[in-house]
């Protein structure tokens, strides 16, 4: 597609529970990033994949977080066990192209994840 | 000390004002840089990016001082509509094939009155 798509919108978890977000890329872009932003506006780098392989996880709080790209199939980003720490837009991106002019990355509307 | 840093605002002007914002950036190795705006919570979307000879688009120009490490965007004859918050983004380079993510600042919040 022309923009990259996000689902759900919202997501309402208990604490300990699983929480699975979604995305597709827009069509032709081979990169895929996610991105936290809490409160305050801080953004935080979790993970990117070239197509289906991880290229930089160093953002991912690994005991709990996981994400995966599978050939024809939205990306996804799963946390088990949710905690409160956790509510967050979670927004995701892609890009063409790592570098140069096709680096350029496009941001889906997010998923907004609420942990009570 | 982050990674970028950038005035919080809130900036709060009059419509046709000329506002400045200002970024620091802490890692000398960057090498793309961007301003992106974002609405109420929405996606950031991206405004411009910013090239060291300075660029213009309209009523905004950004600028990039690689040896200062600073980078700024102005906007003059300010809208309602210009009223966001505005993030200074900095790529920074990871793994063996340069692959980025972005640094993003923590925002600079514009709000234009009437």
């Known amino acids: 597609g022309e923009e990259v798509a996000q689902t759900p919108k919202h997501l309402v978890r208990g604490e300990g529970q699983k929480a699975k977000l979604y995305c597709a890329p827009i069509?032709?872009?081979?990169?895929v990033f996610w991105y936290q932003q809490v409160l305050k506006n801080e953004f935080k780098f979790l993970i990117s994949?070239?197509?289906?392989?991880?290229?930089?996880e160093t953002g991912m709080p690994k005991e709990r977080f996981s994400a995966k790209c599978l050939p024809n199939s939205p990306c996804s980003l799963e946390i088990q066990a949710t905690k409160l720490e956790d509510s967050a837009v979670y927004f995701c991106?892609?890009?063409?192209?790592?570098?140069?002019?096709?680096?350029?990355?496009?941001f889906g509307p997010g998923t907004r994840l609420l942990v009570l | 000390r982050k990674e970028v840093e950038q005035d919080p605002g809130p900036f709060n002007v009059p419509e046709g004002a000329t506002v400045a914002f200002n970024c620091t950036y802490s890692n000398s190795a960057s090498q793309s840089f961007f301003w992106y705006r974002q609405d109420c919570r929405k996606e950031p979307k991206l405004l411009m990016s910013?090239?060291?000879s300075g660029n213009e688009d309209g009523r905004f120009t950004a600028q990039l001082n690689r040896a200062s490490q600073y980078i700024s965007l102005l906007i003059r004859d300010s809208k309602l509509s210009d009223s966001a918050t505005y993030l200074c983004v900095v790529n920074s380079i990871s793994g063996a094939g340069g692959y980025n993510k972005l640094i993003f600042g923590a925002g600079t919040r514009l709000a234009v009155h009437p």
């Open positions: 994949f070239q197509n289906e392989n991880v290229f930089d």
């Open positions: 910013v090239y060291s």
């Open positions: 069509k032709g872009h081979s990169y």
């Open positions: 991106a892609s890009s063409q192209s790592p570098t140069g002019t096709g680096e350029t990355q496009y």
